[in-house]
């Protein structure tokens, strides 16, 4: 899956309203949509963004554990157990990108499920 598909099914699975904008490769907001702390913001890309990762996480319930013995971010759905998406920090920049992306990987695994049992 490609980051496009990645974030397009991350936003929908935390209820934005966003589209892709090939200009800057990220979810631009549509407007109407505001920060939890009541700020408009144009733009979304928790693969890139430290803080739109944990509210993707905080929002969907996500357990996140950087695991130093293994050298890999694991992420898991909080009430389920058989859902885990993992990272290897060392295919990635630094162990905070392999985070993100497990959490955006998890984050669109959970909107791709909610495309296939409809809306929600």
Avoid: F
């Avoid at 430290?50 to 554990?65: E, M, P, T, Y």
């Amino acid at each position: 899956m490609g980051d496009r598909e990645l974030l397009e099914l991350a936003a929908k699975a935390a209820g934005l309203r966003a589209r892709w904008n090939r200009e800057v490769n990220c979810m631009r907001l549509l407007p109407g949509k505001k920060t939890p702390y009541g700020m408009t913001y144009s733009y979304w890309d928790p693969l890139a963004d430290d803080g739109a990762a944990l509210r993707l996480a905080v929002k969907l319930g996500l357990r996140v554990v950087c695991h130093p013995a293994l050298n890999q971010t694991i992420v898991r759905e909080y009430h389920a157990t058989e859902n885990e998406w993992t990272e290897n920090c060392e295919d990635h920049i630094d162990p905070d990108a392999a985070t993100r992306r497990a959490i955006t990987r998890a984050a669109a695994e959970i909107g791709k499920t909610q495309t296939k049992e409809g809306p929600t």
